[in-house]
């Protein structure tokens, strides 16, 4: 298509716009509101959308431990956590990192000297690919604390059963040879007190030397024996744990059985998960912002569904306003375009210049909104900054500038596009000729 003629359709163009000039001017008032709601609604979004990513940044889910946990346990519970869904990133945090991160964030010299006495906890910082999944993951997370919880307990009722029998065996096995420790005294006493009498009256006997091999031999020989009978019972008890049968034949004193029963029985006794009383000692605590953020996304939800039933409507609006201004240009040119018709000019020559103006129209309704919200949005993240400096840290809008290098270029479009359908739909049924 030749130059001279896009000149043409644009001259035409305006020519409708200045013709019908109070028509024109409700089309752009219209459709400039509409853009108003569109760059308004969009701004808002936008700016919800950055909170609820600083609060998915900032906040999180943080996960508190007791005392009850080695190092290492803690570092395995961090790693279930990474292997969850939907986690990024899993921190932990000691105590002493808590305490100087606390000692940098408040400036106090309240909090020297509780190195030997540390208040703060171990924690777990967790970070989730995105916010929505938040309240899915705090279920997994407070199922975890509650299995994590059973594990420890088993795990401790395990090393106590463990130690209670190591501290039986040991006691029994230390009765056991002080008993034949005993049997062995006792018998080789036994054997010198008989062999004494023997002695004198075999004084100057030429075997009395052989005589108290054989006596000394037979003292060894009944304390082996005696050993050897109470080693069988030895060992059954050895091998059983404490308050079973096979303990029952064997000789520790009953002091010892009666410790190692009464501290299985304390750990039966003591309070459950799920107690009324119950603190737990893995997982102690689970801090999340879910209420918030919850709020925020509903917020968000129904301001996008509201937005776009304005943004809908106002179209609609500025559609057929954009419509009626532009049938009237056509019916005060239908002579014309009935004579380009008669002489075989194309529909789409005499399209194009009703094309223009509705693209025109919609063009300025849609650059005034957006010069006046660029400069309004402005000095409003201006006033925010300056006035509320102390919020920055908890949320921080979107500045003018990332924000219109975007809406900008999107309100114009809708605005052309606006013109444009209010102009194909006016001119339609006249090019029927």
Not at 125 to 146: G, H, N
Not at 253 to 266: G, L, M, Q, R, W
Request: net charge negative; with cysteine; hydrophobic share 45%.
């Amino acid at each position: 298509m030749k130059l001279r003629t896009w000149k043409y359709y644009i001259n035409q163009g305006f020519r409708g716009i200045f013709k019908n000039g109070l028509m024109s001017l409700a089309s752009i008032v219209i459709v400039s509101a509409c853009i108003f709601v569109v760059i308004l609604s969009l701004c808002i979004i936008a700016n919800v959308n950055n909170i609820l990513d600083q609060i998915e940044n900032n906040i999180g889910v943080t996960v508190y431990l007791g005392d009850l946990p080695t190092d290492e346990e803690a570092q395995e519970l961090a790693e279930r956590i990474r292997q969850m869904p939907n986690v990024a990133v899993v921190e932990y945090t000691s105590a002493e990192q808590a305490l100087e991160s606390a000692k940098t964030m408040w400036d106090s010299e309240l909090l020297d000297g509780l190195e030997d006495d540390n208040p703060f906890p171990r924690s777990l910082d967790i970070k989730l690919t995105a916010i929505r999944y938040q309240k899915a993951f705090i279920k997994q997370i407070e199922q975890l604390q509650w299995d994590f919880e059973q594990e420890l307990i088993a795990k401790g009722a395990l090393e106590r059963t463990k130690a209670a029998v190591q501290t039986t065996t040991e006691a029994t096995t230390q009765a056991v040879t002080q008993a034949a420790t005993q049997a062995a005294t006792q018998a080789a006493t036994q054997a010198a007190t008989q062999a004494a009498p023997q002695k004198t009256a075999m004084a100057g006997n030429p075997f009395v030397e052989e005589v108290h091999a054989e006596t000394r031999a037979q003292a060894t020989t009944q304390a082996a024996a005696n050993t050897t009978t109470a080693a069988p019972v030895i060992n059954k008890d050895a091998q059983a744990p404490a308050g079973v049968d096979q303990a029952a034949n064997a000789k520790p004193t009953p002091s010892i059985k009666s410790e190692a029963v009464t501290e299985v029985n304390t750990v039966d006794t003591a309070s459950k998960p799920g107690d009324a009383d119950y603190e737990f000692k893995g997982i102690e605590s689970i801090r999340h912002a879910q209420q918030v953020t919850e709020t925020l996304i509903t917020i968000d939800a129904i301001f996008k569904v509201v937005a776009v039933v304005l943004i809908a409507i106002l179209c609609i609006v500025a559609i057929g306003i954009i419509t009626n201004t532009i049938k009237l240009t056509v019916y005060v040119r239908k002579n014309e375009i009935n004579i380009m018709k008669y002489v075989g000019a194309t529909d789409w020559f005499i399209r194009w210049p009703f094309i223009i103006e509705g693209l025109i129209i919609g063009l300025i309704g849609a650059a005034i909104p957006s010069v006046l919200c660029f400069l309004g949005y402005y000095k409003l993240y201006g006033f925010f900054e300056s006035q509320y400096s102390a919020l920055r840290s908890i949320i921080e809008l979107r500045t003018a500038e990332d924000l219109f290098i975007v809406i900008v270029p999107i309100s114009l479009v809708v605005g052309m596009l606006i013109g444009a359908v209010g102009s194909i739909s006016s001119i339609r049924k006249h090019l029927n000729v």
